[in-house]
Structures are given as structure tokens and as C-alpha cells.
T-cell receptor, first 111, second 113 residues
């Protein structure tokens, strides 16, 4: 069963911010929100994760709504190299835990 | 350089043959995972292991087997019982603490002829 809902695709202009939405209305209290991306024929790359608070690192920002039912990944200045499939996943790693990857959202950055 | 290695990158086998895919990590992670990816699809979990000498079935374990004799290694065998083995196989590892992210290897593309 899919725990997250993402639109299949979106695009943005190079240099602009890319805002990738994700719905996770059935998230439980101790589940994290993770974002990964996968460039064609490579292994997925971890981007960021969070539990309740907004998070920022050198790659992106993660905004989680107060009710935790949705989140947005923000790439502040998208480049052509950011073109990839982005996966939003809820769950947690730890003893006997696992993450479930859906189909993700394909982000196309145009020149 | 710390990381996860998978070999080989491309693998070809004849139908009916078993094949073992290698996954090694030097990140000192306790947990390791195997995923399968088909074209245009997300990742599906085959097996995972949280500790040496222990592993659990994922969502699509039929036709696959694993072992975890060493912390660094988690090989996956695709047996002849797997009806559609051609796919992209990805290995990952993580610390066991709750919330830690998974790190992925580069993947092995298996083609069964």
C-alpha cells in the first residue's frame, strides 16, 4: 500500500526554486519523512529527512506541515543536474523497520 | 573512500541458472537491504538484514535467497525459481538507529537471456 502520494511529473526553469509536493495523510507519530532522488540507471541518493521540524542542508530544504500530513522538498536554485526522479517516503529505519519506495516524481529542469 | 560497492555493474545469465550478486559496505552499518527496480517503477524490497546471521523477507522475496555471514557483506542469489529475474538490483545499508537514512550502491543490471 502506498503511504505517499506524489504527482507523476513536474518541471521548472534552471535557476528557479523547485518545490516538490508530497502527501502522507496516514503518517504515524514516529515515522520520518525521507526524500531521495535517482538519476537514470544509478542508485538512489539520500537528500534529506525530518520528523516534525523543517530541515535544511546543503542540498535542499524540507517543509513539513504542522499536522504532518504533507511536505514539500525545495531545491532553491535548480540546475540541469537536478533532473531526476524524486522519491518521498515515510517510515523509519531501525530494528525490523523498512522504507517503501513508490514511483516518485520526475523533475525536469529546463534551460 | 567509504561506501557501498556492487559488482558487477552488468550481468548476463542464461535462463535456469542461479546467479549471485555481490554487495559490500565499509560504512560499519548494521543493516543492509536488497531492492529490485523494473523500468519506470519504484523500488521493491526483496530482503533485509538488521544484524549478522539474521535477515527478513521483504515484499517480493520469492525466488531469491540471501546470507549475512559478515557485517560488511550481504550477497543476493537470484535462483531459477524467480520467474522474471531481469531487472536492476540495488543494495543499501544504514545504521540501526531509528531515523537513519539508507545509503545505496550503484546497482547491478541483470539480464537473463
Amino acid at each position: 500500500d502506498a503511504k505517499t502520494t506524489q504527482p507523476p511529473s513536474m518541471d521548472c526553469a534552471e535557476g528557479r526554486a523547485a518545490n516538490l509536493p508530497c502527501n502522507h495523510s496516514t503518517i504515524s507519530g514516529n515515522e520520518y519523512v525521507y526524500w531521495y532522488r535517482q538519476i537514470h540507471s544509478q542508485g538512489p541518493q539520500y537528500i534529506i529527512h525530518g520528523l516534525k521540524n523543517n530541515e535544511t542542508n546543503e542540498m535542499a530544504s524540507l517543509i513539513i506541515t504542522e499536522d504532518r500530513k504533507s511536505s514539500t522538498l525545495i531545491l532553491p536554485h535548480a540546475t540541469l543536474r537536478d533532473t531526476a526522479v524524486y522519491y518521498c517516503i515515510v517510515g523509519y529505519t531501525g530494528a525490523n523497520s523498512k522504507l517503501t519506495f513508490g514511483k516518485g516524481i520526475t523533475l525536469s529542469v529546463r534551460p | 573512500d567509504g561506501g557501498i560497492t556492487q559488482s558487477p555493474k552488468y550481468l548476463f545469465r542464461k535462463e535456469g541458472q542461479n546467479v549471485t550478486l555481490s554487495c559490500e559496505q565499509n560504512l560499519n552499518h548494521d543493516a543492509m537491504y536488497w531492492y529490485r527496480q523494473d523500468p519506470g517503477q519504484g523500488l521493491r524490497l526483496i530482503y533485509y538484514s538488521q544484524i549478522v546471521n539474521d535477515f527478513q523477507k521483504g515484499d517480493i522475496a520469492e525466488g531469491y535467497s540471501v546470507s549475512r555471514e559478515k557485517k560488511e557483506s550481504f550477497p543476493l542469489t537470484v535462483t531459477s525459481a524467480q520467474k522474471n529475474p531481469t531487472a536492476f538490483y540495488l543494495c543499501a545499508s544504514s545504521n540501526r538507529e531509528i531515523g537513519n537514512e539508507q545509503f545505496f550502491g550503484p546497482g547491478t543490471r541483470l539480464t537473463v537471456l
